[in-house]
């Protein structure tokens, strides 16, 4: 009677007896310690135990046993083949020691995909492998029959189902009909090692003559470079850095006035104007300083630099470099900072809307005020009197000090119901959400309504102190179909989605304003809508000339096609289809 234990060797479970158990780990053991120094060895190990638990259970199942002995243990070790032998061998090559046992043993081949020689799904190459043939030829009948009515590409799809892939080391053995023991391993393995190493040297073999002359290339470049520059270069440079000096003066100049002028100099109304605008009050001192410092100061490295190439002369000493390399960076960091907080206050999105519902007319007037809007402050400020309704200042549009990012936006669309009705959206950003909806409050925008004559402002005015964190204002006007607009030539450029100049063109007048009117479809031009039923009028005049040709049995075969041919196209062009 003798001791029994039971191990897990390549996920199976097997009972064996003591002796046996000792004999097999020392195998095992020199096993791992061959193949130790390879990159590979915890995977080889795992399939020669998975091997080793094929055959035992192989034995169990022949002998119908449960308990695997030593007798076991030492044929399945014959079979797989001992470290020694590998030893013998790699200490005297001229004489190599095989253990005939399994030198010549015959392993039967398995059909697998070769996964590592594939184009495709590696079909061909694993077929190539079965029948020891190349790869080649396979593919070249599989292409053959693929162009024989397409039965290549039936039977590729089929062995690409049933054929398994060659994954594991032990599963690529078995398809190219290695034995399954430690030389088929090894052999393996070093099939691998020497198919890495002739990759590597072919690599170098093409990389070394294009990093040769790369090399030769760069070589000779800089000694040009260098050569050029102790020469002609020299004066070139010396010419460059004097015109860099004299423009870099003139910015730093013009730099400092700028920002004097920011700070004092002009008006204060300056920041009531887009980009000026986004700033609040207590951020305008620190931005302008980081701002300036952040400009002024590597124009002021580059002027030195200059100075130091055009009269080789050392214009910056170390201790004044770095103090204003440090004085550079506190502008970048207060700038940035700045730059981050106001940007942090476009976070959140509010809308507010207004709906007021119009007396329905036939036809609609749009015009646009081109008087510019005061308040009593800015009355007082441009000496114009408020009250005084014969003094009207005109906005001049893009080209004066009135220019922001408050222009409005005019959609004119169908109404679902009969009735007419203006809907005002208007729309801004924050840091939050109240904050954003403050921010739509604190627009200000008027319209004037005499009975259908709608005069739009232009743009819109923020209340005193606001700031503008992208404010918006889009007009929604809806009337019901049938109805027809006068577009005012001033109001072109506020009118969304219609390219009201091209109405304008149809209409071909010198009139200062197009009509419209609302269809099913949306807004329509009249003037393009007439243009439209002329043709189409045209067009059904001609087709009734040419089907009244086309019964004429007088006309000749040729002249018939012609016929029918344009039938189609004037068909084609009223939308009807042909039969």
């Not at 061998?89 to 590592?116: C, F, S, W």
Request: proline residues 2%; glycine residues 6%; aromatic residues 10%.
């Amino acid at each position: 009677m003798e001791k029994t234990i039971i191990i897990n060797i390549g996920n199976t479970i097997i009972h064996i007896e003591e002796s046996a158990y000792e004999l097999l780990k020392a195998y095992l053991n020199e096993v791992k310690q061959h193949f130790s120094n390879h990159a590979d060895d915890l995977e080889i190990v795992t399939d020669i135990e998975n091997r080793i638990a094929e055959l035992l259970a192989e034995q169990l199942a022949e002998q119908k046993k449960q308990v695997v002995d030593a007798a076991d243990v030492n044929s399945v070790v014959a079979q797989m083949g001992r470290v020694q032998d590998f030893d013998s061998v790699e200490e005297n090559e001229d004489e190599p020691i095989i253990n005939a046992g399994y030198q010549h043993q015959y392993t039967e081949k398995k059909l697998y995909r070769d996964m590592d020689d594939r184009v495709v799904a590696g079909v061909c190459s694993g077929i190539a492998h079965y029948i020891n043939t190349e790869a080649k030829w396979i593919r070249l009948a599989m292409l053959l029959f693929t162009f024989l009515g397409g039965a290549g590409l039936l039977i590729y799809g089929i062995l690409w189902v049933i054929m398994p892939k060659a994954t594991s080391r032990l599963e690529k053995m078995e398809m190219k009909g290695e034995p399954a023991n430690l030389q088929g391993f090894q052999k393996n393995l070093d099939e691998e090692l020497q198919a890495v190493k002739e990759r590597l040297n072919e690599v170098n073999r093409h990389a070394q003559p294009l990093f040769a002359r790369l090399g030769m290339f760069i070589g000779e470049f800089f000694e040009w470079l260098g050569r050029f520059i102790a020469g002609t270069g020299k004066v070139i440079f010396k010419v460059i850095a004097g015109f860099i000096i004299l423009f870099g003066i003139l910015f730093l100049i013009t730099l400092i006035i700028g920002t004097a002028a920011f700070q004092g100099f002009w008006d204060a109304s300056i920041y009531e104007y887009f980009p000026f605008s986004v700033i609040n009050d207590g951020n305008r001192g620190a931005i302008l300083l980081g701002a300036f410092i952040v400009l002024f100061i590597p124009i002021l490295a580059l002027v030195l630099f200059s100075i130091r190439v055009a009269f080789n002369k050392q214009a910056i000493n170390k201790t004044l470099s770095f103090a204003l390399l440090i004085v550079w960076l506190i502008g970048v960091a207060v700038t940035g900072y700045q730059a981050a907080k106001i940007s942090s206050e476009f976070k959140q999105h509010a809308e507010l809307t207004e709906t007021v519902d119009l007396k329905s007319y036939k036809t609609y007037v749009i015009d646009i005020d081109k008087s510019k809007y005061f308040s009593r402050e800015d009355s007082i400020a441009f000496h114009v009197d408020a009250d005084n309704k014969n003094q009207i200042v005109v906005d001049d549009y893009e080209d004066g000090p009135f220019v922001s990012p408050n222009k409005i936006r005019i959609n004119i669309n169908k109404s679902e119901t009969s009735a007419s009705r203006l809907i005002t959206k208007f729309e801004s950003q924050g840091k939050t959400f109240p904050s954003a909806l403050q921010n739509a409050q604190n627009i200000n925008y008027s319209y004037d309504l005499k009975d259908s004559v709608f005069v739009f402002n232009p743009r819109f005015q923020l209340n005193k102190g606001a700031i503008w964190r992208n404010q918006e204002v889009h007009l929604n006007l809806e009337i019901p179909v049938g109805t027809k607009v006068i577009i005012k030539q001033d109001s072109y450029r506020y009118i969304n989605n219609y390219w009201a100049w091209t109405c304008s063109d149809a209409e071909n007048d010198n009139d200062n304003y197009t009509v419209w009117i609302m269809t099913d479809e949306g807004l329509k031009c009249v003037a393009q809508l007439k243009e439209e039923a002329l043709q189409k009028k045209a067009l059904n005049q001609e087709l009734l000339k040419l089907e009244s040709l086309q019964r004429n049995t007088a006309v000749d075969t040729v002249n018939q096609d012609s016929v029918s041919r344009r039938i189609r196209e004037v068909k084609d062009e009223l939308g009807i289809e042909s039969r």
